[in-house]
């Protein structure tokens, strides 16, 4: 199980299990991506995520302001 540690304990950590619902959205990592790089890849996630829902985002910020 995942748990929440300071910065500094991340150094050679090794996740297990965590739930998917961790940062607040769904997420997954590949089985190839190395322990010490999964934070880093669940953190791009996020903004991989908004760049894929931008145009829509972007549409509805649009009409808000115009109205």
């Known amino acids: ?4 540690r300071q910065q500094h304990e991340y150094t050679g950590a ?3 299990q ?3 619902m ?3 959205f769904p997420w997954t990592v590949p089985d ?3 322990n010490r790089h999964v ?4 953190k791009k996630q996020a903004f991989k ?3 894929g829902d931008r145009i829509k985002l972007d549409a509805t910020v649009n009409h808000l302001q115009q109205a």
């Open 22 to 24: 961790l940062h607040g």
């Open 1 to 4: 199980m995942f748990l929440k």
């Open 14 to 16: 090794i996740v297990f």
């Open 39 to 42: 934070l880093a890849a669940i």
């Open 49 to 51: 995520r908004y760049r």
């Open 18 to 20: 965590a739930h998917p």
């Open 32 to 34: 190839s991506t190395a």
